[in-house]
């Protein structure tokens, strides 16, 4: 390929790890132009109504549309309170424990959010949502500052241990484990640099794992 435009459409939190994969892409192919969109999970759901993009990346693909899903990276969620919360040096603490904390989490219709609240009805455990907040790096701000506890995906904390005013919670149920997706309509034929990137993914996911020694 010596040159070409790869449009590609993802929900915010990949922000914290596709630019590792489209770095070593575009040295590899430097004649692509890629379009990133990044977005919340409507506008992206809105994207691929409208097939507006040749790929797209979620955690929660949508049931109601015809695509194709291909998982190809892990997407735990955990769940995440101050340092100096009172849970945060407890071992195997039972999930009705979070039936009596406040939570600060994403904005509706997000996949985070939309697993949250699965996965407290499925425990029958009422969710107190004390704020709701569109950034990642906001709700962590939150959480450190006191309003409460969060679940987040584990990609979005910082490698550097140094950084941290957060701590995992050991809570039974967690983390829990989801993939992250490439998706992409069901009879939309790629172009020949659309295919070429998704063999890249399968093949260089290696790009994406966490880094060895660091949390």
């Given amino acids: ?27 590899q192919y430097p004649g692509v132009d890629i379009a990133l969109e990044v977005v919340n999970r409507d506008r992206l759901l809105e994207r ?16 109601e549309l015809d695509i194709e899903r291909e998982p190809f990276l892990d997407n735990p969620l955990v769940v995440l309170a101050p340092v100096s919360h009172r849970l ?16 600060v989490l994403r904005e509706r219709g ?10 407290f009805q499925e425990h029958n455990v009422p969710l107190k949502i004390r704020m709701e907040l569109g950034s990642n790096e906001a709700i ?3 959480v450190a500052g006191g309003l409460g ?10 490698p550097d241990p140094g950084d941290r005013d957060l701590a995992v919670l050991n809570v039974e149920g967690f983390p829990i484990e ?17 295919q070429t990137f998704l063999d890249f993914l ?11 020694g660091k949390p």
Avoid at 88 to 103: S, V
Avoid at 110 to 119: D, K, P, Q, Y
Avoid at 206 to 211: D, K, N
């Fill in 1 to 27: 390929i010596k040159q070409g435009r790869l449009r590609i459409a993802a929900v915010t939190t990949t922000k914290y790890f596709m630019p590792r994969l489209l770095g070593p892409f575009c040295a």
């Fill in 48 to 63: 691929l109504a409208r097939n507006q993009d040749d790929l797209y990346v979620m955690g929660v693909p949508p049931d």
């Fill in 149 to 158: 506890l969060t679940i987040l995906s584990r990609s979005t904390l910082s």
């Fill in 88 to 103: 945060a040096r407890r071992k195997r603490i039972p999930f009705a424990a979070l039936a009596n904390e406040p939570f």
């Fill in 178 to 194: 989801r993939h992250w997706y490439v998706v992409r309509a069901r009879h939309k034929q790629l172009s020949v640099v659309a």
């Fill in 140 to 142: 962590q701000q939150a």
């Fill in 110 to 119: 997000s996949g985070t959010r939309l697993t949250v609240e699965r996965v």
């Fill in 202 to 212: 399968r093949t260089h996911v290696q790009l994406l794992e966490p880094r060895k």
